[in-house]
Structure formats: structure tokens, C-alpha cells
């Protein structure tokens, strides 16, 4: 089956600064990745997806990058904020979408 | 406003005892799941449905039952309560299952003694 992880679990950024979050994963055939964020006490919640036969695609400060060779996905997070500090998650989707596979996590934390 | 609610928010409880987590969406999404979330595991789907009366395993169901009787309800149902199931459980749902925006419940603590 599909396996997702995140290169590191916690990543410490000063404000002001652009974050990197880099995330791995196993099946080739995996259809969509997507990321999320998770603010404490609080559900996971959408921010961008991006489909397989992409290399990137922005949203608002955000940008994703999929390298299919290597199989990994990264988020960038232009002009990181204090609003940011959350924990993200990457997943991918299964063939026909019915499932998702989450990553342990990565933890940002935003120093003023 | 568009929301998926869950409750209890919190729970504690004894081995064995049966209990139902209830989760409810007001957007009219086709597609509900239940994901656990335990330390350095990230998300686990436990269950999801495709639409009403069609449900189907996810990664981890063993000690889980579901039922989708109505669009908008998609409950959680441990029949006999384990420790091992002790965990942080979230609801979610989206439009449809080509749908990759998915909405997430706030969470539901269960703690079994």
C-alpha cells in the first residue's frame, strides 16, 4: 500500500522568513497529493492539492512542488507568519480517490 | 455556516462498554470519513462512505463498525471498547469522491480505561 512521511518532525523558521516542508512517498500510481494544516485543538484543514501530471502549482503564499523521479513533494510558505505555526500533513490519494494516506506530520513553529 | 460536527468532544470510558461518536455535515457532501490520529501515526482512515448506505474499510478497522442511514450522519460505533483504541478520532467529509477538498470534524478525545 501507499506509505507518506515527512522529513523531519519539528521545523523552527523566523518571521519573515519562506518555510519548506518536504514530504516522501512510496506508490507511484498515487493520483492527487495534498497538504494540510492542523492548528492546535483544531481539525486538519485543505490548503492546496496538486495533481500527479503536475510539477507545481500555487495558491495564496503557498506553492507545492512534486518531483515524481525522486517521489517527494514539498509546501512552501512565502513570508511565514505566526499564523502559520500548525502541524502540516501531506497525503496522497489512492487510484479513483477513495482513500488518503496521511504523513506523521511536521511541526512549524514561527519565531518572531 | 458549512461545518462537520462531532460529539462528544471528549470521552472517557471503561473497557467494554459501547459507545457511539456521532458525526453530522451540513454541506450535502456525498462522501464521509472517520480517521483516528495517535502520536507519530499522523491520520488513519478507520471507515469511509461513499454515499448512503455505501460503506467500505479503511486502514484500520478492526474493532470499528459504521452506518450512513442518512446523507448527512455518518456515526462511529465501538462495540466493545479497547485501550488500544484510545485515541484522537476525527470526522471528515467532501463534495463527492472526486472531490479533494475534504472537511474535518474538531476532533473527538476518547480515552478507554
Given amino acids: 500500500g501507499e ?47 496538486i495533481r500527479s501530471n503536475m510539477d507545481k502549482r500555487q495558491g495564496q503564499r503557498v506553492t507545492v512542488l512534486l518531483n515524481k523521479t525522486v517521489k517527494h513533494l514539498s ?17 496522497a490519494s489512492d487510484t479513483g480517490r477513495r482513500a488518503l494516506t496521511f504523513g506523521s506530520g511536521t511541526r512549524l513553529q514561527v519565531q518572531p | 455556516e458549512a461545518q462537520v460536527t ?16 456521532t458525526c453530522s455535515q451540513n454541506m450535502n457532501h456525498e462522501y464521509m470519513s ?3 490520529q495517535d502520536p507519530g501515526l499522523g491520520l488513519r482512515q ?18 470499528y463498525k459504521v452506518s450512513r442511514k442518512e446523507k448527512r450522519n455518518f456515526p462511529l460505533i465501538l462495540e466493545s471498547p479497547s485501550p488500544n483504541q484510545t485515541s484522537l478520532y476525527f470526522c471528515a467529509s467532501r463534495l463527492k469522491l472526486g472531490s479533494n477538498e475534504q472537511f474535518f470534524g474538531p476532533g473527538t478525545r476518547l480515552t478507554v480505561l
Fill in chain 2, 34 to 36: 472517520w480517521y483516528r
Fill in chain 1, 75 to 91: 509546501l512552501q510558505i512565502a513570508a511565514t507568519q505566526p499564523g502559520d505555526s500548525a502541524v502540516y500533513f501531506c497525503a
Fill in chain 2, 46 to 63: 478507520i471507515y469511509y462512505s461513499m454515499n448512503v448506505e455505501v460503506t467500505d474499510k479503511g486502514d484500520v478497522p478492526e474493532g
Fill in chain 1, 3 to 49: 506509505s507518506v512521511g515527512l522529513h523531519l518532525p519539528t521545523l523552527s523558521v523566523q518571521e519573515g522568513d519562506n518555510s519548506i516542508i518536504n514530504c516522501a512517498y512510496s506508490n507511484s500510481a498515487s493520483d492527487y497529493f495534498i497538504w494540510y494544516k492542523q492548528e492546535s485543538g483544531k481539525g486538519p484543514q485543505f490548503i492546496i492539492d
Fill in chain 2, 6 to 21: 462531532q460529539n462528544p468532544r471528549y470521552l472517557i470510558t471503561v473497557t467494554g462498554k459501547k459507545l457511539t461518536v
